[in-house]
């Protein structure tokens, strides 16, 4: 488990590359249940658990197949299990360093004005939004052998697909 723990976050300091995620569809469930549950419970102050568990739910799901297809169309899809499995276990650990901030979240927004408030905690979730997205980025660029530029467009382009998808399917965040 330790060995696990420690690939994922080289993974996230960019030491450790994609292809040696070991193949185990095993693996991948625990990562994603993982990624899953970590998600849900940086929701709960905006969204409540059981509403966020099941967005968090939709987007594995989703993102899961969006990189399934993007694998195929380059002519690798064997290595969808490895690339998901680095995905979201270098991404659970990301969301467990800003779960002591989402404490924070409510306060964010002026009662006043409505506006967002620029605080320490906002820019240092914004940071870690950041990362995860290079993160993401780094692992999908190992595993179809495409240009940095290239790996971060689609992942923003998976996550923007996945969120219209989501609001259609279930409505908008935090209503």
């Known amino acids: 488990m330790l060995y696990y723990l420690r690939l994922f976050i080289e993974l996230c300091l960019f030491r450790q590359q994609a292809a040696n995620v070991p193949r185990s569809e095993s693996l991948l469930l625990v990562t ?3 990624a899953v549950l970590s998600a849900a419970i940086n929701a709960i102050p905006d969204e409540g658990f059981g509403r966020g568990l ?4 939709c987007q594995i799901v989703l993102f899961s197949g ?7 169309i380059k002519g690798v ?3 969808w299990l490895q690339t998901l499995t680095g ?3 270098a991404t659970t650990i990301l969301q467990l360093l800003t779960l002591p901030l989402f404490g924070w979240q409510k306060p964010l927004v002026s009662a006043e004005t409505g506006q967002l408030i620029l605080t320490i905690p906002l820019m240092i979730v914004a940071a870690i939004a950041i990362w995860s997205l290079t993160v993401m980025a780094s ?3 190992q595993a179809m052998e495409i240009r940095i530029a290239g790996a971060i467009l689609l992942v923003i382009f998976c996550q923007a697909l996945v969120l219209f ?3 259609l399917l279930i409505g908008s965040p935090a209503r």
Request: charged residues 15%; without cysteine; proline residues 4%.
């Open 32 to 34: 994603a249940t993982a």
């Open 54 to 57: 099941l967005l968090s739910v």
């Open 66 to 72: 969006i990189i399934w297809v993007a694998l195929k």
């Open 77 to 79: 899809p064997e290595r």
């Open 87 to 89: 995905i979201f276990g």
């Open 139 to 141: 692992i999908l660029r």
């Open 165 to 167: 998808t989501i609001s």
